[in-house]
RNA sequence: GUGGGCGUAGCUCAGUUGGUUAGAGCGCCAGGUUGUGGUCCUGGAGGUCGCGGGUUCGACCCCCGUCGCUCACCCCA
């Protein structure tokens, strides 16, 4: 295998480049902003841990960790993986700092896994989200899961529903799971190919298969909301209370089953309806009160949700939602001296204005034409008669006809004449 | 891991039953207008037709392989 004639990025992955990026800006500002209102702090871990921190945390049987991670060695022999998730390192640098509780943290991250990419997947895709570690009281997963709803509504999105369910605690699910077993062992020949194999394994995975044949068998058999304990069944009802309260609309989803073995008791996903696929998840997330003891950590409880950044932008584009920020800029500076833009940008610069400039020493036309596709509103020419008078000339962009719309001004005047041309907008 | 569709200039695409120098629009560069953008006109640069092999007098076109892109299954954000 020689090398290729040409690099391009990896399968799977993908190169941002402007306009796009800007809306990249424009989500991940506004989460930020939103993150903060909720009292959630930018927590940063690296993008590579111990293997075990995601073995342990997602499930040695989950499709995730048995084929989908990216594992590697370093040069020490050190056994590492690419995060294909954003919870199980939040809750590792938990445990390795102790911080004081409740810890409430949000976090933008790229994931990866190892599968075949189509529409809204890919080998490394991009999440933000929140955890909060330390209380298991329901008013946390309702903030939870507004700051997700909000979120996605301050982003532009109309067209999404919250589908939620409860997978109980480890007892009363362990004891629901015996039913759910008893109940697919009678119909084994009945299931899809899939989970004839892996039913028993599993059991809870066949509830959200797709195939008709599992879905007749699973809704005449014993459904888990219908068996929480009273804790459990009491916290449940809390959350509903909670986000019913705040007017945030659910859909009680009982097949809803997550893939990572670390969740209990509230369990949620966002789906869009106006992406077509199977892709239309653009967020979900749960409780996994499990979660900090498996990677060795004191007892503590724990709920947060992710939230796709390729998803949300796929969606917002299908809904045709609004640019969430424009990049251009103000003011594009000509100077067919050579001499002065290297001054005059540093001054603007330093005032604050978005400024640049053409390279190369082209004529007067040819950066006028860039200036023109830079989206500036004004632009500031200095040629020889200029500089000789110590001026510059503030030209308005907008307007076609130069002689009415450009007028000079003292050097020494420029940057506050321009922050008050654009402050007058 | 499995299956379908598609690979021709930077981008979007034409390319006649296989026939000689592979085209268009947009974009880019320059000129028309030696100090003025968006319109217009003229000219220019830019392509191993994804790659390798085969069939043929001759392949962008047909066959095989391979790589890539894309969509779907599976799973998930």
Redesign the pocket.
Known sequence: MSE???F???????DVLAPESAQWEGLLSTFADWAHRYGFSLVITPVFEDVGVFNRGIGEA???AR??MYVFKDRGDRTYALRP?GTAPIVRAFIQHQPTTPFKAWYFTP?F?Y?????????Q???LGVEVLGTDDPAVDVEVITLAQRFFEAVGLTRFRLLINSMGHAQCRGAYVELLRAHLEAHVGELCD??QKTWRENPL?VL????AACIAVTERGPMLIDHLCDDCRAHFDAVLDGLGRLGVASELSPRL????DYYSRTTF??VADAL??????????GRYDGLVEQLGGKPTSGIGF???????LLTREAEGAAALLSRHLDVFV?D?TGDAAAVLLDRLRRAGVASDRAYDH?????Q??????SGARL?L???????SAGEV?I????????EQ??SRVPDQDVVSTILRLLQAK
């Open positions: 290729p004639s040409q391009q990025a990896p399968v799977g992955t993908h989950s499709d995730v084929k989908e998730e994931g896994r599968e075949r990419p189509q529409a809204g997947r890919y080998r895709h991009h999440q899939e989970h995975r959200d298969c797709k195939n089953v997550r893939g990572f996903e966002f077509g696929g199977a892709q239309n998840a653009i967020g979900g997330g992710g939230s796709g950044v390729e998803r949300l000509v067919t082209r004529s007067m036309k040819a006028m034409k860039v200036a023109d596709k632009a020419l200095i040629g020889p008669q200029e500089l000339t030209r308005d962009l907008r307007s076609a006809d130069f719309h450009q």
